[in-house]
């Protein structure tokens, strides 16, 4: 009898064990499962789209800025008809309110309105022609789009003719904690006279200088102006030959408290580079130029030349060529005969990484009906030196007609519609197209690690509006954002980390079969959130993208 009692007591431990143990190995899958579908849904809800809704004022002639995120807003800026005003948004996309702007002048007066944004407010800076005289200003827009104060003259120019474009240039760090505002005096062909005002943030003058630079009757150009963190002005000054090739350029930089500008010439060597551009890397303490090179005149485009040089010593830091071979000509190309599979091709993204790399992004961009070619460009009458006046700015001034260039592209985030003082008469019947897009990435030595290809065919006709693409940057990884092909209502994320892994992310689907994105015009405004115009119908709306 005991021995039957030990041997029952024991056989119900054994139960209770067994049973205790499929209790756990149960709680276990649950909190398995449970874990997998709250991270399901997290990969699910990271990608979304929040809608602002269709304001049938908003036409597709409207012209518009995303000003940015202030405080817990999202401002925007648009103008239709002269009429300019402030759209404020809340975080769902709600529009609070219209702010109209009254301080501008006439249409007929303005030459260009632009917006910066530091930490919780923002400058609209305007230019405009009041009789002989032309007046920089800049007026503070608060978090809810007004504007309190009033505005600040930044500058003035007195002119003997009326003006049809913009004569200075503002750029900003990339602290933005500073802004430069410059003119170009070029009535001396052999030497253009700079004078640039640096500014703080509240736009106190720091600094003003006057300097020349000596340049060759025809030939030579300056593109890329740069502002560092510690107020340095830097551009580059090329020559550039008949064939439209770059056979030497430098580096100049104008330092605050120097008087001239300090000069570092390129090695091009036998290089003939096509077009340069310039970024200011002020987290690696250096200045980043690329450009694709040919090793001939007006030849194909054979590989991708990068050079760094020291913010602080003006000392190079590496100077490289990456040429392409034939496998990647193939590879972006798509058929055997490849010489040209790079001629499309323009850079219009230069991305520094956290780990000290770089990535270079280049996107084929033509037109079809228009009077647009690679090498007849630089030889134009809209070329560099388009105005015939002593003053010019560089860019797009308003009611400035000229040539369709994807040169362009380096600074897309203002949208100045066709149809307004654009590009004049038959362009409605110009397709533009945007096709492959090539990444390369290197180290911080500028070595070259990898190269991704996306493929993609976009075109549209009468506006560049919906084509191309935009980055958003998240932690190590680019995300390139563009319509997808064949289905424009959809948002394509492609992802390509530092190292140069790509992942293709599941498109995101527009809520109705009539909306067109306009990701080219989109606009990072949050660690993982980008605001991006579309077209519904025939007006432009706006929607707050989450990645």
């Not at 193939?330 to 850079?347: E, Q, V």
């Not at 690679?374 to 010019?392: A, D, K």
């Not at 519904?536 to 989450?546: E, Q």
Request: hydrophobic share 40%; proline share 3%.
């Amino acid at each position: 009898m005991q021995r039957a009692v030990v041997k029952a007591h024991f056989s119900y431990k054994v139960k209770l064990y067994l049973y205790g143990t499929n209790i756990k190995r149960f709680m276990k899958k649950l909190i398995f499962n449970l874990l997998l579908c709250f991270s399901l849904i997290n990969v699910a809800g990271a990608q979304s789209i929040v809608y602002a809704d269709v304001n049938n004022t908003d036409v597709p002639k409207m012209n518009f800025e995303i000003i940015g995120k202030l405080a817990s807003n999202y401002l925007i800026y648009k103008e239709v008809k002269g009429s300019h005003q402030i759209a404020v948004f809340n975080e769902n996309m709600q529009q609070l309110q219209t702010v109209p702007i009254t301080l501008l002048p006439k249409k007929n007066e303005l030459l260009d309105v632009s917006f910066f944004t530091f930490s919780n407010f923002a400058y609209l800076v305007y230019q405009f022609q009041q009789g002989n005289i032309v007046f920089c200003n800049a007026a503070r827009v608060e978090a809810n789009g007004s504007i309190l104060q009033a505005p600040v003259v930044l500058d003035t120019t007195m002119i003997a003719y009326k003006a049809d474009r913009k004569i200075y240039t503002i750029i900003q760090n990339s602290d933005r904690s500073k802004l430069a505002v410059f003119k170009i005096n070029k009535k001396d062909r052999a030497l253009h006279l700079f004078t640039e005002k640096l500014f703080d943030a509240a736009l106190a003058p720091l600094q003003e200088n006057r300097f020349g630079v000596p340049m060759k009757k025809s030939g030579n150009y300056l593109t890329g102006y740069s502002l560092t963190d510690n107020g340095d002005f830097a551009f580059v000054k090329y020559n550039r030959l008949s064939s439209g090739d770059i056979q030497d350029a430098a580096l100049l930089v104008k330092r605050p408290d120097s008087r001239e500008c300090q000069e570092r010439p390129l090695s091009i060597n036998n290089l003939f580079l096509d077009d340069i551009k310039l970024k200011a890397d002020d987290a690696n303490n250096r200045y980043l130029l690329t450009s694709f090179y040919a090793e001939k005149k007006r030849g194909n485009i054979a590989g991708l030349y990068a050079n760094a040089i020291g913010i602080d010593n003006l000392r190079t830091v590496f100077e490289k060529t990456t040429p392409f071979n034939e496998e990647l000509k193939k590879k972006m190309s798509g058929r055997a005969n490849s010489k040209t599979a790079f001629n499309d091709l323009f850079i219009n993204s230069i991305i520094i990484h956290q780990n000290g790399g770089f990535s270079v992004a280049a996107e084929a961009l033509y037109t079809t009906g228009g009077g647009w070619d690679r090498w007849g460009y630089w030889g134009g009458p809209y070329g560099f030196y388009g105005s015939p006046y002593g003053f010019y700015g560089g860019g797009w001034g308003w009611g400035w007609g000229g040539y369709w260039s994807p040169y362009y592209y380096y600074s897309p985030f203002f949208y100045r519609s066709y149809w307004w003082g654009g590009l004049g008469s038959g362009y409605d019947y110009v397709r533009y197209n945007a096709g492959n897009l090539a990444v390369f990435s290197f180290d911080r030595e500028g070595n070259r690690v990898t190269e991704n290809i996306i493929y993609k065919n976009q075109s549209e006709s009468g506006t560049d509006g919906t084509i191309s693409y935009q980055v958003l940057l998240k932690d190590d990884q680019m995300h390139f954002v563009m319509n997808e092909q064949g289905k424009i209502a959809d948002l394509d994320d492609v992802v390509i980390t530092e190292e140069g892994q790509l992942t293709e992310n599941e498109p995101m689907e527009a809520k109705d079969k009539f909306i067109n994105f306009m990701p080219r015009y989109g606009k990072q405004v949050g660690a993982t959130t980008m605001i991006i115009p579309y077209l519904y119908k025939r007006n432009i709306s706006f929607a707050k993208v989450t990645f």
